[in-house]
């Protein structure tokens, strides 16, 4: 099973990814916890070029290609040789990311994604879990990290509010695997939503 968390930056995805595979090992089943952009260590190098640096950095057109560099090297040595190994794949991030934020926050991009995905990728989760929450709260939570991975923050909250916009209409368009979650709560809150959504999934 493929499952990603997707979502505006801050909103928890990696900590419930986080929660999610600890309780799926407790559970007895072999996981493969991952993140995008990186994953694997080419796909780790694109990472830096991208989540540091100033926000005109890149176009989004020049970004649509880096990240898709980067998913294609993780789904080749990552992903896909841990799915056939019959781990549960978890993924902090994955192709949505990339629908929402290259595709439809910065212009209409979308059928340039579309069209790079088909060609390179071609590969859905079994299950999204979409964390939803207020972007102003959510980028109040992110900034407070002060990791320096914050290029995307700094497209300011304008930017946050059409990402959210985005992953809503997303999870519309791919209802059969996009569960929304309330992330405007505590962790435990949250994930016992989430585990809710992956054993129903799983059985
Ligand atoms: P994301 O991966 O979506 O950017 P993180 O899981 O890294 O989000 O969380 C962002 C920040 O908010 C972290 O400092 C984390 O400890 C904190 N955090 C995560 N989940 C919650 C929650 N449910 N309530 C309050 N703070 C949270
Ligand atoms: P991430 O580390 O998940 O950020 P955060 O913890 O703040 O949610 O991802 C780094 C940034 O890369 C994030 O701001 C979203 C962005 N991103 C894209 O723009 N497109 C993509 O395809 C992916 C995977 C991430």
Known sequence: MFITFEGIDGSGKSTQARLLAGRLEKDGRSVVLTREPGGSPGAEEIRRLLVEGEPDRWSAETEILLFTAARRDHLERRILPALEAGSVVISDRFADST?????????????????????????????????????????????????????????????????????????????????????????????????????????
Do not use: N, W
Not at 113 to 128: C, G
Not at 147 to 152: A, I
Not at 166 to 177: I, K, M, Q, T
């Open 99 to 203: 629908r929402v934020y290259q595709g439809a926050t910065r212009g209409d991009l979308r059928a340039m994604v579309d069209s790079l995905h088909t060609q390179m990728i071609a590969r859905e989760p079994d299950l999204t879990l979409i964390i939803d929450m207020d972007p102003d709260a959510a980028l109040e939570r992110g900034l407070a990290r002060g990791s320096g991975e914050d290029r995307f923050e700094e497209f300011g909250a304008g930017f946050q509010h059409r990402l959210r916009a985005g992953f809503l209409a997303l999870a519309e368009e791919y209802s059969d695997r996009c569960v929304i979650i309330d992330g405007a709560r505590g962790a435990d809150d949250v994930g016992a939503d989430v585990t809710k959504a992956v054993l129903d999934r799983l059985s």
